[in-house]
């Protein structure tokens, strides 16, 4: 992986066509700061101009550099005037190694000959204009590239060679992993760059995505479907994961006159699977369904094994289904774009996995540490397939949690939950309260010192936190619990460490835990 790239200029000088040769030749992934916004609004930006003007355009634009701040492996294209703004100037450096491109007055002015598209330009003078009033505003860039004579090809080539950028990628070959649950079979596949193997040429199919991972994924997987297909972007985020977006989606499922035999994929991380899951169980008693998980954590777990659901405002998952997909991707070149933060929230339950069920995973983890944090897809393959198995192993023995077996997976959650719910879902990610609730959990039951030194060494190598916040007592732990109705007549079930690879479910007493 190497730093994200970001190409700023005036409009016109070849940022979009540029962008996505440079990320193509890189095997970086390409984003245009426009297109996300306007996948985000759901209008294209000459509407977003017209209806609301260019100052909230330009609030859309600082937005959309706060979404994308903390991405990896991306080339940039950015809005022209998007450096307008002093600190977007501030946040673009923050976020990659920033090109100028550039291009003559008369260039440009045979260029932008699209007046339809461009909300700034209704006749050729305005060009010239705006050119001379951002003068000067891209000069924060690290390099300048003249775009006037070069073709496309010519200018990635100079890039890459000024920026000495090298392109770093490893092919891995495919494999496949089978869940076997018992209401249905169903293939996980893995590998790198294969957004688009879906070929669903008879039916029709329904990609259901945020704007993020939209702007990032969308098109390849659009790439090898009919033109047919249509897609729907609801809001990025947990507050979303609700009954009124599932309504959305019925809605747009029944204007489009979906039928069973139509097809739902979903493209994104555990939300997305979660409600685009709920929602094909739940229209017209179930549609067919398949999972793309662009997250760690949705490759994982979340796409695995059918679980699905919305939040209610009592609670989280409140209202869910069991319904396995028919087919899961997990192209591993998508983790290469998520932020440190979601990165680690998918390690913490690979951890999880390795405490519960598999030593050997242990020692991956413990073997490749440097390899899995450059997010080597080798390594991943093989981590994010031994994940899968495990968890098909659980599914397939208690698909639909009636037999306890399922409950293994929530080693670390109970405690982690405790710490989510005591600071407000705010201070600490999923995975870094997993990471905490996985550590509390082996010292309440009193797990070998050794052993919990190891484990602690591990999280700690990979960026998780291992000691409870100091503000949290044994006391507003037991409180928690007690309202989570985890706690029944003194006694709460929970996964109990007993080595790596081992734990057991237990009925404990709570003067035995707290
Ligand atoms: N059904 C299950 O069995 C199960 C299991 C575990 C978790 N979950 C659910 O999963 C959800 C959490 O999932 P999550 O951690 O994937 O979070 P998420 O879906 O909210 O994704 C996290 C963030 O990463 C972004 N993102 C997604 N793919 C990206 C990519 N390739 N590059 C860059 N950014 C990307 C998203 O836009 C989002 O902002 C929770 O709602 C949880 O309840 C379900």
Redesign the pocket.
């Known amino acids: 992986m190497q730093d994200n790239i970001v190409l700023i200029g005036f409009m016109g000088t070849g940022k979009d066509t540029i962008g996505r040769m440079l990320a193509r030749k890189l095997k970086m992934e390409f984003i245009s700061t426009d297109n996300l916004i306007e996948l985000s609004e759901g209008r294209c930006i000459k509407e977003i101009f017209e209806r609301d003007g260019e100052a909230y355009f330009r609030k859309l634009e600082e937005n959309a550099l706060k979404t994308i701040k903390g991405?990896k492996n991306i080339v940039i294209a950015t809005g022209g005037g998007i450096v307008i703004n002093p600190e977007n100037r501030i946040r673009l450096r923050k976020i990659g190694r920033v090109i100028q491109l550039d291009a003559e007055l008369p260039a440009l002015k045979r260029r932008i000959i699209t007046r339809d598209k461009r909300p700034l330009i209704r006749n050729q003078s305005d060009i010239e204009t705006l050119y001379r009033k951002r003068s000067g505003m891209y000069d924060f860039a690290e390099i300048r590239v003249n775009t006037t004579r070069n073709s496309p090809q010519m200018v990635v080539d100079e890039i890459i060679h000024t920026l000495m950028l090298q392109r770093n990628y490893i092919p891995v070959s495919r494999t496949k992993v089978l869940v076997r649950a018992k209401s249905r079979s169903y293939p996980v596949i893995i590998g790198v760059g294969i957004l688009d193997i879906l070929r669903n040429r008879n039916s029709r199919t329904v990609v259901v995505s945020?704007p993020?991972?939209s702007a990032?994924?969308l098109e390849k997987v659009l790439a090898s479907l009919n033109n047919h297909t249509k897609y729907v972007v609801i809001p990025?985020?947990?507050k979303y994961?609700t009954l009124k977006t599932a309504e959305l989606l019925y809605d747009f499922l029944q204007k489009n006159n979906f039928q069973r035999s139509d097809l739902l994929v979903s493209l994104?991380?555990?939300?997305?699977?979660?409600i685009a899951g709920f929602v094909a169980a739940t229209f017209k008693r179930g549609i067919r369904l398949i999972h793309i998980p662009?997250?760690l954590?949705?490759q994982v777990?979340?796409a695995i094994?059918g679980?699905?659901?919305v939040n209610t405002d009592n609670g989280?998952?409140l209202i869910g289904t069991f319904y396995q997909p028919e087919m899961v991707i997990c192209d591993l070149k998508?983790?290469t774009?998520?932020?440190d933060k979601?990165f680690k929230?998918g390690i913490a339950e690979i951890v999880k996995y390795a405490l519960i069920k598999s030593p050997e995973l242990f020692r991956i983890l413990k073997d490749n540490i440097k390899a899995i944090k450059k997010r080597d897809p080798g390594i991943l393959s093989v981590i994010v397939e031994k994940c899968v198995t495990i968890k098909s192993e659980i599914i397939n023995k208690d698909e639909t949690e009636r037999l306890n077996t399922r409950q293994i997976l929530n080693f670390g959650h109970t405690i982690g939950h405790v710490v989510e719910t005591l600071t407000g879902y705010k201070k600490y990610s999923?995975g870094e309260a997993v990471s905490m609730g996985m550590i509390e959990e082996i010292r309440l039951f009193r797990g070998n010192e050794q052993r919990l030194n190891e484990i602690k060494r591990l999280l700690e190598n990979y960026g998780l936190p291992v000691k409870m916040p100091e503000k949290i007592k044994s006391r507003d732990i037991k409180m928690v619990l007690i309202q989570d109705k985890k706690i029944w007549q003194n006694r709460i079930r929970m996964p109990v460490f007993k080595d790596i690879g081992r734990v057991h479910i237990k009925e404990v007493l709570c003067e035995d835990l707290l």
């Not at 994104?268 to 979660?274: A, F, L, T």
Request: proline content about 0%; charged content about 20%; cysteine-free.
């Open positions: 991405l945020n993020l991972v990032l994924y990025d985020g947990e994961k994104g991380g555990g939300v997305i699977s979660d662009t997250t954590l949705g777990d979340a094994g679980k699905n659901g989280k998952n998508t983790i774009t998520l932020s979601e929230n999923h």
